[in-house]
Protein backbone atom coordinates (compact mmCIF):
# COMPACT_ATOMS: atom_id res chain seq x y z
CA UNK A 1 0.00 0.00 0.00
CA UNK A 2 1.15 3.70 -0.97
CA UNK A 3 1.83 5.93 1.99
CA UNK A 4 -1.20 8.13 -0.12
CA UNK A 5 -3.62 5.41 -0.08
CA UNK A 6 -2.62 5.27 3.54
CA UNK A 7 -3.28 9.48 4.16
CA UNK A 8 -6.70 8.79 2.42
CA UNK A 9 -7.72 5.92 4.76
CA UNK A 10 -6.36 7.00 7.92
CA UNK A 11 -6.68 11.12 8.29
CA UNK A 12 -10.43 11.31 7.36
CA UNK A 13 -10.99 7.72 9.92
CA UNK A 14 -9.23 9.83 12.71
CA UNK A 15 -11.88 12.82 12.08
CA UNK A 16 -14.55 10.20 11.87
CA UNK A 17 -13.12 8.33 15.21
CA UNK A 18 -12.78 11.76 17.00
CA UNK A 19 -16.52 12.66 16.55
CA UNK A 20 -17.93 9.88 17.03
CA UNK A 21 -16.16 9.00 20.58
CA UNK A 22 -16.67 12.84 21.25
CA UNK A 23 -21.15 12.22 20.47
CA UNK A 24 -20.93 8.73 22.48
CA UNK A 25 -19.44 9.37 25.39
CA UNK A 26 -21.33 13.20 26.07
CA UNK A 27 -24.34 10.67 26.36
CA UNK A 28 -22.61 7.94 28.41
CA UNK A 29 -20.87 7.93 31.35
CA UNK A 30 -17.51 5.77 30.85
CA UNK A 31 -17.30 4.60 34.47
CA UNK A 32 -21.28 3.58 33.76
CA UNK A 33 -19.48 0.76 31.90
CA UNK A 34 -18.62 -2.64 33.42
CA UNK A 35 -16.71 -5.15 30.82
CA UNK A 36 -17.81 -8.54 31.25
CA UNK A 37 -20.27 -7.68 34.21
CA UNK A 38 -17.13 -7.71 36.62
CA UNK A 39 -14.05 -6.01 34.74
CA UNK A 40 -14.10 -2.21 35.29
CA UNK A 41 -12.23 0.50 33.82
CA UNK A 42 -11.12 4.14 34.53
CA UNK A 43 -12.23 6.79 32.54
CA UNK A 44 -9.58 7.68 30.72
CA UNK A 45 -9.05 4.11 29.75
CA UNK A 46 -12.61 3.98 28.18
CA UNK A 47 -12.06 7.36 26.50
CA UNK A 48 -9.42 5.93 24.92
CA UNK A 49 -10.16 2.34 23.72
CA UNK A 50 -13.65 4.07 22.61
CA UNK A 51 -11.56 6.13 20.55
CA UNK A 52 -8.87 3.61 18.63
CA UNK A 53 -12.00 1.14 18.76
CA UNK A 54 -14.09 4.14 16.87
CA UNK A 55 -10.71 4.66 14.71
CA UNK A 56 -10.54 1.30 13.73
CA UNK A 57 -14.04 0.73 12.62
CA UNK A 58 -13.77 4.06 10.41
CA UNK A 59 -10.48 2.99 9.18
CA UNK A 60 -11.68 -0.25 7.78
CA UNK A 61 -14.47 1.24 6.25
CA UNK A 62 -12.32 3.75 4.08
CA UNK A 63 -10.35 1.06 3.00
CA UNK A 64 -12.84 -1.13 1.99
CA UNK A 65 -14.32 1.93 -0.11
CA UNK A 66 -10.55 2.49 -1.57
CA UNK A 67 -10.43 -0.85 -2.34
CA UNK A 68 -13.74 -0.71 -4.03
CA UNK A 69 -13.33 2.34 -5.96
CA UNK A 70 -12.46 2.03 -9.44
CA UNK A 71 -9.39 2.24 -10.76
CA UNK A 72 -8.40 4.24 -13.65
CA UNK A 73 -5.21 6.23 -15.52
CA UNK A 74 -3.86 8.41 -13.29
CA UNK A 75 -3.45 11.81 -15.56
CA UNK A 76 -1.62 15.34 -14.44
CA UNK A 77 -2.93 18.35 -14.72
CA UNK A 78 -1.94 18.66 -18.77
CA UNK A 79 -3.89 15.34 -19.44
CA UNK A 80 -0.48 13.62 -19.63
CA UNK A 81 -0.60 10.00 -18.63
CA UNK A 82 1.05 9.52 -14.95
CA UNK A 83 3.60 6.25 -14.48
CA UNK A 84 3.29 4.59 -11.54
Not at 44 to 69: I, T
Request: proline letters at 5%.
Amino acid sequence: MRWRSLMWILWPSFLVGAATSAAVFAMVDPLDIAFFGYMEATRQQVYAGGFFLFWLMAALSSALSLHLAPRGQLVDEFGDPIEQ
